[in-house]
């Protein structure tokens, strides 16, 4: 009889130490789908929060001329539909744009090439999305040439020490023009084409500073500043003059040629 105890005991240990491991074993696969689970709820919700932003954006610009495909023939600016208050926000947006592209191509790990630092083409995000800045600009510059008011006068004062800032900030960015610069020093055999756009690429950078020590950058970003801003200021002026300027004629002589209207 003891012996039988001994067994019976002995097997109750085995059956219960299994089923100590098959509840240790379920409770742990209950903890990977749990963690699963929540894991992939964290991704959808991830996900929708891109979206969401996504859309956000999309619905706070959806408005702007600027910010979607131009619908008219030959995809000319529609100028009819811009509005004032439009240009600063596509300049606004513009600049952390180009931010957002430099950065990327800053911190790509792969060895800098022609391919993908000059003629580098980012259309993750649709075609015209990195080059809003220069969209903006192009319109607002001629707008301020030819048919400026009191309003974009004011701003373009705004948006020019911003914008040159923008400038600076891209021109004596060192990481990027090491990045152009082993591209020079280092590059494939190149056609005479591409060898141009990479000797104007990589002049107009050492042009603009880009070999300057700190205190020289420096000074170049205070200069540059300064001069945007009386530049534009005389531009502004001459603008107004040549508005302003009335011939008064007393001979009537020298209306002769002239048509009647």
Do not use: W
């Not at 607002?140 to 040159?164: G, H, V």
């Not at 603009?208 to 020590?213: F, N």
């Amino acid at each position: 009889n003891k012996g039988l105890c001994l067994k019976g005991l002995g097997q109750y240990l085995r059956t219960s130490r299994q089923h100590k491991c098959s509840m240790q074993t379920c409770r742990k696969h209950q903890q990977v789908r749990s963690n699963s689970r929540k894991q992939r709820k964290k991704t959808r919700l991830k996900t929708f929060t891109v979206m969401n932003e996504n859309l956000k954006e999309e619905s706070k610009y959806q408005n702007n001329p600027f910010f979607g495909e131009y619908t008219t023939p030959h995809e000319t600016v529609p100028f009819h539909l811009i509005k004032t208050e439009h240009y600063e926000e596509a300049f606004l947006e513009g600049i952390r744009r180009d931010e957002e592209e430099i950065e990327k191509l800053v911190n790509d790990p792969d060895t800098p090439t022609f391919e993908n630092t000059i003629i580098r083409a980012d259309n993750e995000n649709g075609d015209h999305y990195y080059d809003l800045l220069n969209r903006v600009s192009n319109v607002f510059s001629c707008m301020l040439s030819a048919e400026t008011n009191d309003d974009l006068d004011e701003l373009a004062q705004k948006m020019s020490p911003i914008l040159t800032q923008h400038a600076n900030d891209v021109r004596l960015n060192k990481k990027l023009f090491d990045r152009i610069k082993y591209v020079y020093e280092n590059h494939r055999e190149l056609d005479a084409e591409e060898q141009m756009l990479l000797d104007n690429c990589y002049d107009g950078f050492v042009r603009s500073g880009a070999l300057l020590d700190d205190e020289g950058k420096e000074r170049l970003r205070k200069l540059t500043e300064e001069a945007g801003v009386l530049s534009l200021q005389f531009s502004q002026n001459l603008l107004k003059e040549n508005k302003a300027f009335t011939l008064h004629i007393t001979n009537e002589n020298e209306l002769d040629g002239l048509p009647e209207t």
